[in-house]
Nanobody, 124 residues
């Protein structure tokens, strides 16, 4: 079955960096667009960044542009999210999602595969 496993979360001070990974199995990885979403306590899940099947196109929420970089390695079935200049408001559980031949952008959309999430906490 399809599995998406996130890793790399943790506790970091404001201004620091983390790199999240999303390792996929059970699917033809190069046929799926992959995105990162996040959900803070008491808030709705929101789109953070997405990458097309080949990695040729990337998309970012305005709140993370210039600080976060999404990339993928199709040989390793893995997507990465490099997060720099972290802020306390970036604190959330981060999830990756996969969609067949499209880049997930709407958290309420059906037809995505989801991971279990990884906690990112940024202290001030």
């Amino acid at each position: 079955q399809v599995q998406l496993v996130e890793s790399g979360g943790g506790l970091v001070q404001a201004g620091g960096s983390l790199r999240l990974s999303c390792a996929a199995s059970g699917l033809t990885f190069s046929a799926y667009g992959i995105s990162w979403f996040r959900q803070a306590p008491g808030k709705e899940r929101e789109f953070v960044a997405g990458v097309s099947r080949t990695g040729g196109s990337t998309y970012y929420a305005d709140s993370v542009k210039g600080r976060f970089t999404i990339s993928r390695d199709n040989a390793k079935n893995t997507v990465y999210l490099q997060m720099n200049s972290l802020k306390p408001e970036d604190t959330a559980v981060y999830y990756c999602a996969a969609a067949f031949y499209r880049v997930p952008q709407l958290p309420q959309q059906s037809g995505y595969y989801w991971g279990q999430g990884t906690q990112v906490t940024v202290s001030s």
